[in-house]
């Protein structure tokens, strides 16, 4: 009696994954960028115009690169299409028109996800959603924050940095006067203003430093949320000398507080940054490796 034929490694990964309904997602996904095409539009256009927002464009490259990553275990996993995804694509149509109503850009941008979410459900199931719930969670990235809460969190990160200027100049011997958010200096007047609060640095820190845990922290979930956590006091820190190196270089010379100058350190600190972050990740480590052998021994 013949025995069967081994099959290939080739034949094996062939085996193991699920045929893919090209067409079908292909014509969903039309549908979706068509239908909130204006929305998409709106919102490019305004990272290609708020600075703080400058990180939207790398968002989604992101997190389709971070799917194109996970193709083998996405192939891999059985599509459960479930109808509990149509009502999410009717909550998403229904937020939609409510934002659109309204004139609340915020409705409308979230609705797209939400809709997003549905699309998946309904063509994957849930196990599909699980399995690309972090891709799904950068895009939130995206979308701006709403004006109510920017000035909640803008304001009192102004004032937060023109404090710490103000005990950094006088530290070294510079004489300041700080009146809210406004710095006087013997040479001039600086203004701690919104784009100087520090929310671009976070915003955008934030954001790396998922995309950094992801890819050096992919199995320590742990060590990758208290390395985004760390992103706030970071962004403070390094915007806080950011605002009290610039009020260094005015007494100097006024023309470095301003214009190209004023921009090039604003990079400058922000590559500060990225090195604090992974000086910070480095230490994490550290200490988890610590806790961890310490147990061991115990």
């Known amino acids: 009696m013949p025995l069967p034929a081994e099959k290939s490694p080739d034949t094996q990964s062939a085996a193991s994954t699920n045929p893919i309904p090209w067409l079908l997602l292909l014509w969903c996904s039309a549908l979706l960028i068509a239908t909130y095409l204006p929305i998409l539009t709106l919102m490019v256009n305004q990272w290609n115009n708020d600075d703080d927002m400058g990180h939207g464009f790398f968002v989604p490259i992101v997190a389709l690169y971070v799917v ?6 996405l192939l891999a996993l059985k599509p459960k299409p479930s109808w509990l995804g149509v009502p999410l694509l009717v909550w998403g149509a229904l937020q939609m028109a409510v934002g659109m109503l309204g ?12 809709s997003v979410v549905g699309s ?27 004006a109510v809460i920017y000035n909640q969190i803008t304001f009192p990160l102004q ?6 200027a103000e005990v950094a100049l006088l530290a070294i011997g510079i004489p300041v006067l700080r009146d809210g958010n406004v710095l006087e200096l013997a040479s001039q007047k600086l203004s701690v203003v919104e784009a100087c609060s520090g929310i671009r640095s976070l915003l955008s820190l934030s954001f790396l430093s998922l995309v950094y845990g992801y890819f050096f922290e992919e199995r ?9 956590l760390s992103t706030v006091p970071i962004a403070i820190a390094a915007n806080s000398f950011r605002v009290s190196l610039t009020g260094v270089l005015s007494e100097y010379n006024p023309e470095l507080a301003q214009g190209f100058f004023h921009s090039l350190e604003g990079w400058v600190i922000f590559v500060f940054a990225l090195v604090l972050l992974v000086g910070c990740h480095r230490l994490i480590v550290r200490v988890a490796s610590l806790l961890s052998s310490s147990k061991v021994s115990a």
Not at 68 to 73: A, K, L, N
Not at 128 to 144: D, K, N
Not at 159 to 164: E, G
């Open 68 to 73: 194109w990553q996970m193709r083998d275990s």
């Open 103 to 114: 004139a609340e850009l915020f409705l409308q941008r979230t609705a797209f996800l939400i």
């Open 120 to 146: 998946i459900v309904m063509l994957g199931g849930w196990t599909m959603l699980r399995a690309l719930q972090f891709p799904l969670a950068m895009l939130v990235f995206m979308i701006p924050i709403p």
């Open 159 to 164: 004032l937060l940095a023109s404090r710490v």
């Open 220 to 228: 320590r979930l742990v060590i990758r949320w208290a390395l985004f």
